[in-house]
Nanobody, 123 residues
């Protein structure tokens, strides 16, 4: 089983950048796809970006395409989310999750979530 811990959130002005990290534990990290999700206050959790087990396939929500980049370093058991050109509407708690092969875009597919990391973008 793989467990995750998110970090890297913070307060940034609109147009700025942040890089989130998700450190995973478990011996079979390289077998898992990982994904980032977010939940803004008063809204449902939504998919942001995913990367498959090999890193050869990435996929994004339309709202972040061209601004966010997901990547993974299997040697460090870590997945990253580079967020550029941040907007106030990106403000949310960001979570990562794992699944065999690739994560589902539907966050309701997962019952377990970590603490997440808060991202706040000021206008």
């Amino acid at each position: 089983q793989v467990q995750v811990a998110e970090s890297g959130g913070g307060l940034v002005q609109a147009g700025g950048s942040l890089r989130l990290s998700c450190a995973a534990s478990g011996r079979t990290f390289s077998n898992y796809g990982l994904g980032w999700y977010r939940q803004a206050q008063g809204k449902e959790r939504e998919f942001v970006a995913g990367i498959n087990w090999s890193g050869g396939r990435t996929y994004y929500a339309d709202s972040v395409k061209g601004r966010f980049t997901i990547s993974r370093d299997n040697a460090k058991n870590t997945v990253y989310l580079q967020m550029n050109s941040l907007k106030p509407e990106d403000t949310a708690i960001y979570y990562c999750n794992v699944d065999r092969g690739a994560v589902d875009r539907n966050p309701r597919s997962y019952a377990y979530w970590g603490q997440g990391t808060q991202v706040t973008v000021s206008s």
